[in-house]
């Protein structure tokens, strides 16, 4: 596989599985160097793809990637080396005799949802996520729900779709789901919506888990999750109903758009966390 290929499926694979990054890359060169300008390479906390020439200068640069996965940053830095076995090590042990920029771009981790059931509330909370940059799992055991034709809607979507055909036992997909995936349960079948529910909280994976339905469904449901052995603290994990309290309405479109909201607070908050005071202080209220 060329190194073009390596990096580019790299980062899609971190994007997926929302681990972050940073993506290395040769800015300019002068004089002599191992790789050309454009010459790229990802680093993960446990891995590295590609390469942008091997030697002192690229073990700097995975530490500082690292470092910087460390920290949080999200801001891209500026590396300069000049390539001379005099130099020191921090600036890259090599005979070259050449001049190397490297920028290193922290790779942002995209939300992902995951929306069971494809239903009327479903597709139009699919349309309005797919307008954003979030790795969009969309799962039925209705195989009508999800043909081509119905979801052509999301053929320009901005997110990452990713279609589940699952006739029989759609909470496997739980699992397959990546860390910190928001789920929003509202299938056509109360049954499907119970055992989705069950999964996902076993699954301890999750960010969220909303549940569509009226309290009379959840009221059930909570009963029934308490006999199944499913601990107190953790069933109230479950939000529902699911959106902005004050954005009331039973219209398909205003459900979605009330949901999408509620999400969309969250993806804000997953970027922007509290600091620790804020939090402990939130705690105590």
């Known amino acids: 596989m060329s ?47 590609a390469t942008v020439g091997g030697g002192n200068l690229e073990a700097v640069a995975v530490e500082r ?22 130099a020191p090590f921090q600036q890259a042990v090599q005979c070259c005799g050449g001049e190397v920029k490297l920028l290193l771009e922290p790779l942002s981790v995209v939300p992902s949802v995951a929306i069971f059931g494809m239903g009327h509330v479903g597709l139009e909370l699919a349309r309005i996520l797919a307008r954003h940059d979030v790795e969009l ?4 055991s209705r195989p009508d729900q999800l043909t081509s034709e ?28 990546p ?9 056509h079948d109360h049954a499907e919506d119970a055992a989705l529910c069950d999964a996902a909280l076993r699954s301890g994976h999750l960010a969220t888990i909303g549940l569509i339905g009226s309290s009379a469904k959840w009221a059930r449901f909570r009963r029934k999750l308490a006999d199944d052995g499913i601990p107190a603290e953790a069933i109230a994990k479950i939000t529902t109903p699911i959106g902005l309290p004050d954005l009331t309405g039973k219209e398909p ?33």
């Open 3 to 49: 190194t073009e290929m390596q990096w580019m499926k790299a980062v899609q694979q971190l994007r997926e599985q929302r681990r972050p990054g940073v993506l290395v890359t040769v800015m300019s060169v002068r004089g002599h160097a191992p790789r050309d300008a454009g010459a790229k390479m990802v680093v993960a906390e446990d891995n590295v793809w």
């Open 65 to 86: 990637s690292r470092a910087l996965l460390a920290a949080g940053t999200t801001e891209p830095e500026v590396l300069e080396f000049a390539l001379s076995d005099k």
């Open 150 to 177: 119905r979801l052509s809607v999301l053929d320009d979507a901005v997110a990452n779709v990713h279609v589940h055909h699952v006739p029989v036992l759609p909470e496997l997909v739980v699992g397959e789901l």
């Open 179 to 187: 860390p910190g995936t928001h789920a929003l349960v509202m299938t």
């Open 253 to 285: 479109a205003t459900i979605a758009v009330s949901a999408a909201a509620w999400l969309l607070h969250l993806f804000a908050a997953e970027r922007n966390p509290a600091p620790a005071h804020v939090r402990q202080t939130h705690d105590r209220i």
């Open 137 to 140: 799992h969309l799962v039925d």
